[in-house]
């Protein structure tokens, strides 16, 4: 590398590459229009859409909920992938497309009708991409003060929802699917393997920004060491929280506390809980008249944007809706239970890992890093326009409105 890729300690922020200039091809964040066709339970889908499907007229219109971009006349191309009716809704509902699981936001799984009429913005070149080898990084909302991650991974299609502040940008980790061409400023993985002395792969980079990403105005700034040994700690450690945040996927080990603080249900939790509380002298979480515990405090105090995440993801199952997002099931399902179970794992787990994520950001601020300047004069910056572009995907016709075929 050019000897001014280095600079002194830690680097000043405006100095340190950003993740758009590491990841250039980005997404902005899906825009539903509707909060009925996401919800955490699919059963609840397939009633709302035969709600709407069975109604006419007027009333179809008002369960709708019509926005500038989609109502029930509008008819739509079909999502990649997806086979669902592309005819205006009224007209011709069409079958029921089997739901998706997408993440809904950070750390919160639910599910989504994946039928581009209902669908604002649904962001194709999203669905094009996603497959059994993808990954994507989303950007979490910049808040000051904030002291959560500045991005969260995950394997699900991500809606990139922020919990507050400005929606961050969706990043995956490669522009094809099948796992081709990594999402990443070309020749960055060369110049870095040439630096630290060890192969460097699209995965070890999202691995090393996992781990040392921190929020800014501009988005998340990803400052890369001098030291190859420095590197290969930081890469170790996100491997790690990248093991966490993915929850088993792809036939990973799924996320576990020791034995003695796995949180279990010590009191049953009611039908519809009327809160939600925490015991820090009993590490307790209190739905209700439920208890779940152990609960370490880290796991209720983790924030994104200034959000527990605990928090938003009860309200987001108990607080009152309106139209068809009121259609949902009667009581507390267990399989919400084991989802609230698997979500303070992985949010204690998190938090378990913060200390040593703090440990390698001091490290870095005493050691020497590559800057913006550096990479420039390595030829990694600025990217060609091209990299900041969706690529040509053409495994396949896609549906367009009315029945239309089209070639991407």
Do not use: C, K
Not at 252 to 273: F, M, N, Q, S
Request: hydrophobic share 40%; proline share 12%.
């Amino acid at each position: 590398m050019a000897a001014g890729a280095a600079a002194g300690a830690g680097g000043s922020d405006d100095a340190l590459p950003l993740l758009d200039d590491l990841m250039p091809w980005s997404v902005r964040p899906l825009r539903p229009g509707r909060p009925w066709v996401t919800a955490p339970d699919a059963a609840s889908l397939r009633a709302r859409w035969d709600l709407l499907a069975g109604a006419e007229g007027a009333e179809q219109e008002r369960l709708f909920r019509p926005s500038r971009s989609r109502t029930p006349l509008t008819p739509a191309a079909a999502l990649p992938g997806r086979p669902t009716g592309t005819s205006a809704f009224a007209r011709d509902p069409g079958p029921y497309p089997e739901p998706v699981r997408i993440a809904h936001g950070p750390f919160d799984e639910q599910w989504l009708i994946p039928d581009h009429r209902l669908l604002d913005a649904a962001r194709p070149e999203l669905w094009r991409v996603a497959d059994g080898h993808q990954v994507f990084a989303v950007e979490h909302g910049y808040v000051p003060q904030d002291g959560g991650p500045a991005l969260s991974v995950t394997t699900l299609l991500p809606d990139g929802h922020s919990p507050a502040g400005r929606p961050g940008r969706i990043r995956p980790l490669y522009r094809r699917p099948g796992g081709r061409e990594p999402n990443l400023a070309p020749g960055l993985t060369e110049e870095l393997t040439t630096r630290y002395g060890t192969p460097v792969t699209a995965g070890s980079v999202l691995a090393w920004a996992v781990a040392a990403a921190r929020p800014s105005p501009a988005g998340p700034l990803v400052p890369l060491p001098a030291d190859g040994a420095l590197w290969a700690r930081g890469v170790e450690l996100g491997e790690e929280l990248l093991r966490v945040q993915l929850r088993g996927a792809r036939g990973g080990e799924r996320p576990r506390l020791p034995g003695g603080r796995r949180p279990y249900v010590r009191a049953a939790i009611p039908p519809r809980p009327d809160g939600l509380h925490y015991d820090a002298a009993e590490e307790a979480l209190l739905l209700g008249e439920g208890r779940v515990s152990p609960v370490p405090v880290g796991a209720w105090d983790f924030r994104v944007g200034g959000v527990r995440m605990l928090e938003l993801w009860f309200e987001r199952r108990t607080a009152e809706a309106e139209g068809l997002a009121a259609v949902g099931p009667r009581g507390w399902p267990q399989e919400r239970t084991s989802e609230l179970l698997e979500l303070i794992t992985v949010l204690a787990l998190l938090a378990g890992l913060r200390p040593a994520q703090q440990e390698l950001r001091e490290r870095l601020a005493e050691a020497g890093v590559l800057t913006r300047d550096g990479l420039r004069t390595a030829g990694i910056l600025p990217v060609p326009a091209s990299a900041r572009l969706p690529a040509s995907v053409l495994d396949h016709q896609e549906e367009g409105p009315e029945g239309q075929f089209a070639l991407l």
